[in-house]
């Protein structure tokens, strides 16, 4: 079935750095989805991709949807502690629904 | 916006009782509401996808009969967990699309779930 892997795992960051991370598909999509859960809560949507090759910013958050349509990326530039959570990307699998990557654990030290 | 609540934000039981627990669209119609499981340090795992007026549709592996969705309009759903063990224990999240047609999903604060 389909798998969407993302990396890294997890990252430990100093405050003020950026931060990258890629999520990859087994196969083709036509959205990609970012999201970002904290401790004890539901994922909150950063940025939707809709396009191969759109690049969307949402503040300090830009993420790519890659031109294969098997790939996207997120960045985060100037880390902020408040950043710390973990980030799930998000691609169809099938009528109505979505599948969600293995997340990328991002923690930001001051 | 797009705000959905669930409720309750936590719930310990017994191992043989049923929970229910609520998800509400609170500032637009949910023509489909949909109810993940998360383990800790894991990924959203779908369980069931839920239609307001028609019957949900369960992900592989996940029994109909011991997680009971109704979708009774078209700003609640609701999962019951029947005859909850202790392996029942997570935090079930539900999320809510605006249309029929697909659509980004919004979230709830999910619940979590301590059987004892």
């Known amino acids: 079935g389909q798998q969407l892997n993302q990396s890294p795992q997890s990252m430990f960051i100093q405050e003020g750095e950026d931060v990258s991370m890629n999520c990859t598909s087994s196969?083709?999509?036509?959205?990609w989805l970012w999201y970002k859960q904290e401790p004890g809560e539901g994922p909150v949507l950063l940025i939707a991709?809709?396009?191969?090759?759109e690049l969307t910013s949402n503040g300090r958050l830009t993420a790519q949807f890659g031109i294969t349509r098997k790939d996207s990326f997120l960045n985060i530039s100037a880390s902020i502690p408040s950043d710390v959570g973990i980030y799930f990307c998000?691609?169809?699998?099938?009528?109505?629904?979505?599948?969600f990557g293995t997340g990328t654990r991002l923690k930001v030290l001051a | 916006g797009a705000v959905v609540s669930q409720h309750p934000s936590r719930v310990i039981c017994k191992s043989g009782t049923s929970v229910k627990i609520e998800c509400r669209s609170l500032?637009?119609?949910?023509?489909?509401m949909f109810w993940y499981r998360q383990f800790p340090k894991q990924s959203l795992m779908l369980m069931a996808t839920?239609?307001?007026?028609?019957?949900?549709?369960?992900e592989q592996g996940v029994e109909k009969d011991k997680f009971l969705i109704n979708h009774a309009s078209l700003t609640l759903s609701t999962l019951t967990v029947t005859s909850a063990h202790p392996e029942d224990s997570s935090f079930y999240i539900c999320?809510?699309?605006?249309?029929?047609?697909?659509?980004?999903?919004?979230f709830g604060p999910g619940t979590r779930l301590l059987v004892l």
């Open positions: 999320s809510a699309s605006k249309t029929s047609v697909q659509e980004t999903q919004y």
């Open positions: 196969s083709i999509f036509n959205t």
């Open positions: 991709l809709y396009k191969a090759g």
């Open positions: 998000a691609g169809p699998s099938g009528t109505y629904k979505y599948i």
């Open positions: 500032d637009f119609q949910a023509t489909t």
């Open positions: 839920s239609n307001e007026g028609s019957k949900a549709t369960y």
